[in-house]
């Protein structure tokens, strides 16, 4: 059994900043390695959307173009958690954001092939 855990959300004043963690937790005796890690969000009255991910290595990492330069990803493998910088905050940020797990192959962008998500975190960035 994987199980996700987000933390972090808030409320924020616009331009500020918030970090999201996520936790990944293996059931005693498996072993879960090699995964994309992913950050969606779903705002009030709209479908969930991509918003980055990044690969085990952390040599790769992607990014909708609505948070480019904005917001951060990362991951601390040995502490099985990653990690969603968000700066410069905009009221069009507010949403619930999840992460989720999926095998390093196919459309990252895509929440189809995540299998895993954690709860989400509340974010709300006030104008």
């Known amino acids: 059994q994987v199980q996700l855990a987000e933390s972090g959300g808030g409320l924020v004043q616009a331009g500020g900043s918030l970090r999201l963690s996520c936790v990944t937790s293996v059931a005693s005796g498996r072993t879960f390695t090699g995964y994309v890690s992913g950050w969606f969000r779903q705002a009030p009255g709209k479908e969930r959307e991509f918003v980055a991910a990044i690969t085990w290595s952390t040599d790769r990492t992607y990014y909708a173009d609505s948070v480019k330069g904005r917001f951060t990803i990362s991951r601390d493998n040995a502490k099985n958690t990653a990690y969603l910088q968000m700066n410069s905050l905009k009221p069009e940020d507010t949403a619930v954001y999840s992460c989720?797990?999926?095998?390093?192959?196919?459309?990252?962008?895509?929440?189809?092939?995540?299998?895993?998500w954690g709860q989400g975190t509340q974010v709300t960035v006030s104008s």
């Open positions: 989720a797990a999926r095998p390093p192959s196919g459309d990252y962008y895509s929440e189809r092939g995540y299998d895993y």
